[in-house]
């Protein structure tokens, strides 16, 4: 999808156009080779894409009510900026996921075309109460977008690892993070084919993207930890060959934060070297 602000500011003419036109997307297409500084077919794509208008079952054109927003701003550079507020949402392109570092760090890694059309909508060096609630607005959205990442990756390790234990055991796991996210453990197996202990697993999950694997651990998770029997860690490591690290909780001991005064902890990051997995791993 298109950032370019040519684009956006000929989608923003074509949705007045289509609000005060009855016109078929065909017959558009037909009586306009180009619109504005665009091509009608890329218009009608980036419209439709973003869902700023519809195309009834006779294929006539009409303006949403997200395009509506679009239309009722006072002026071009306002529908500028909820275009783009638009296009983050819909698209998701991975430089959106720094902007709730702040604007100045998430601008140097934007495309030129981008930053061309954060600099028309003046979002950049403007301290103005609409600009601000504007970075407010989409830091809160994308936070949820990384969380159902998050939470996404996360889900794809506890069904690796559900799996993994079917075929270590030849039972069925519960998973328990589904019943409760409280329990501090994600699946209930059992130690062994002979040995029906209960066994508590945390499943951490991680794409590759260097030679370290980095989670965060809960005080609610260790304190579970700390009074189990029999506790794992799963650490899958997603590629095109997911792979899994298997550590018990004394390879967690050194790493876990010491309360002191009035301070208690309630999350600490941990981070690996995959030499150190290798050398950890308790699959064997």
């Known amino acids: 999808m298109s950032f370019s602000v040519g684009i956006l500011y000929s989608v923003q003419k074509f949705l007045f156009f289509i609000n005060e036109t009855e016109i078929k997307a065909t017959e558009f297409s037909i009586a306009f080779n180009r619109y504005e500084s665009t091509s009608s077919q890329l218009v009608l794509e980036v419209a439709e894409g973003c869902q700023w208008i519809q195309l009834d079952l006779e294929g006539n054109l009409s303006v949403t009510a997200k395009g509506k927003e679009i239309l009722t701003q006072r002026d071009m550079l306002y529908a500028l900026r909820v275009q783009l507020k638009h296009l983050i949402e819909m698209v998701k392109p991975s430089w959106s996921y720094l902007i709730h570092k702040g604007r100045k760090e998430a601008f140097q890694y934007f495309p030129s075309d981008v930053k061309q059309c954060f600099k028309e909508a003046e979002l950049i ?3 103005n109460k609409d600009v601000i609630k504007w970075w407010d607005i989409l830091s809160l959205a994308v936070r949820g977008q990384q969380k159902d990442t998050l939470m996404e990756i996360g889900r794809t390790g506890e069904e690796l690892s559900l799996e993994y234990e079917r075929n270590r055991v030849k039972k069925e796991p519960i998973w328990q993070s589904i ?5 501090g453990f994600d699946i209930l197996s059992v130690v062994s084919l002979e040995d029906l202990t ?5 499943v951490k999950t991680s794409t590759r993207v260097s030679n370290s694997f980095s989670f965060y651990l809960s ?3 260790w304190d579970v930890a700390e009074v189990s029997t029999n506790f794992l860690f799963h650490l899958w490591l997603l590629s095109d060959t997911p792979e899994l690290f298997i550590l018990d909780k004394n390879e967690m001991v050194n790493h876990i934060p010491t309360n002191l005064g009035n301070g208690s902890w309630e999350n600490v990051k941990i981070t690996f070297s995959l030499k150190e997995l290798n050398k950890l791993d308790k699959k064997e």
């Not at 019943?179 to 329990?183: A, C, G, M, Q």
């Not at 209960?198 to 945390?202: A, S, V």
Request: glycine share 0%; hydrophobic share 20%.
């Open 125 to 127: 060096n403007s301290y």
């Open 179 to 183: 019943e409760s996210n409280l329990s």
């Open 198 to 202: 209960p066994l508590r697993i945390e």
């Open 219 to 221: 005080r609610n998770e």
